[in-house]
């Protein structure tokens, strides 16, 4: 079944909820967090308290692009892997363990303003737990259930929610040394971001692109070969990452960087975007996004690379593995995802694309934001003020595109 079939009855009340409440953090504590931590930072000059950051990381990793992914998938993963859909107590079970459990994860990052915050975001680290497990057995019984062979659709998105249940447990690991110390207490949050975004979201977002982004951008299909490799590669690029986090180390951290280098430019030979055969007709910049999402993932690669030679000691500017991290996550993952969002959302909704022109002015203004945001990189003195300014244009891109698919989400099928 294609992506734009219409959805239906049981799984459309289960998936719905999630992706409005990916939107409704983003909208929030995510992007408007971090726009304001990078504005005090970059421009006013002030120092951001660290759960700030931890705070935004949280809502972004979890509350965004779990959340959205995992609710897409309650649609897509039965259609594409040519299963059953779950059941409704099933889709109500995870809507009512998950949603929660961000909620009080994020809340546990207030300290002293929310009382027994540790406690709340250990409550929600044990939540978060339990239903990322419950989700990945869900996808997993749609894949058992299916009478077809596996496709690379359906191993990435396999990958990705292993790599969700493992950036869920390190994160339960991570909030117990926060909130009881012990061994657990000395654990960097770098060890949720490296699973979450590069294995859980990394993974999930190329399982997509197999169908979805090579119909939309007139791709040819590549071999079976191509596609094992560049799996393999994203695969041990993720896993050094994680590594890395664990151990800190720098020769871990420059393999890291290597490894994800290689992955990247493995996928772009594979995926070959600059060779499209035409763009499909979807009155919107859906195309364009995934494009510019593309280009921002090799411009990620190459900063990695970049930072790698700094953990050996090479000269490299500080900020190459910020920059190389927002133009993998905030370029790179979230333009392919609002690509992916613009034709998946109405399409399993039944539903055309609210405000077509207040999308495109969205995907533009996340483009934007990202370039801005990379311009701390240049040898100029505007740099810092530039990478303050872009705080403001990607959070109202990122607002726009939110509005435009929460009013998608809200219109009834005809």
Do not use: N
Request: charged residues 10%; contains cysteine; glycine residues 12%.
């Amino acid at each position: 079944m294609s992506p734009t079939s219409p959805p239906s009855p049981a799984a459309r009340p289960g998936w719905h909820p999630l992706v409005v409440a990916a939107l409704l953090f983003t909208l929030t504590s995510g992007s408007l967090t971090g726009a304001f931590d990078l504005w005090s930072l970059r421009v006013a000059s002030h120092p951001v308290p660290l759960d700030h950051h931890r705070g935004h990381g949280l809502s972004q990793l979890f509350g965004f692009w779990w959340l959205f992914l995992a609710g897409l998938s309650m649609h897509l993963a039965p259609r594409f892997f040519g299963a059953p859909a779950p059941g409704t107590a099933a889709l109500r079970r995870l809507r009512w363990t998950a949603i929660p459990a961000v909620l009080l994860a994020v809340v546990g990052r207030l300290g002293a303003l929310v009382p027994h915050s540790r406690w709340l975001g250990l409550a929600g680290a044990v939540l978060l737990l339990v239903a990322t497990v419950d989700w990945g057995a869900q996808v997993l019984r749609c894949h058992r259930a299916s009478a077809a062979p596996a496709d690379a659709l359906r191993t990435f998105c396999l990958a990705g929610t292993a790599w969700w249940v493992v950036a869920s447990a390190s994160f339960f690991w991570w909030q117990l040394g926060q909130s009881l110390g012990g061994p657990a207490e000395g654990a960097s949050l770098e060890t949720v971001w490296a699973p979450a975004m590069l294995g859980g979201a990394g993974s999930w977002l190329w399982g997509i692109f197999q169908r979805p982004g090579v119909a939309t951008l007139g791709l040819a299909r590549p071999s079976p070969l191509q596609v094992q490799a560049s799996f393999w590669t994203w695969q041990l690029a993720a896993l050094a990452a994680t590594f890395s986090a664990w151990s800190g180390g720098s020769w871990e951290e420059a393999l890291s960087g290597a490894l994800f280098a290689v992955a990247a430019a493995t996928l772009l030979g594979t995926l070959r975007p600059w060779a499209s055969q035409g763009l499909a007709p979807t009155g919107a910049l859906q195309p364009r996004a995934m494009q510019a999402g593309l280009a921002f993932v090799a411009v990620s690669g190459a900063l990695r690379a970049r930072a790698a030679l700094g953990a050996l000691g090479i000269d490299a500017p500080v900020l190459v593995q910020d920059a190389a991290r927002h133009a993998f996550s905030l370029g790179g993952g979230t333009l392919l995802l609002f690509g992916f969002a613009g034709r998946m959302v109405p399409g399993f909704s039944g539903v055309p694309l609210r405000w077509p022109r207040l999308y495109d002015a969205g995907v533009l203004g996340v483009m934007l934001g990202t370039a801005l945001r990379l311009s701390e990189l240049l040898p100029s003195p505007w740099g810092p003020t530039l990478a303050g300014a872009s705080a403001g244009v990607a959070y109202a891109g990122v607002a726009m595109v939110g509005v435009v698919l929460l009013g998608t989400l809200r219109q009834r099928p005809a």
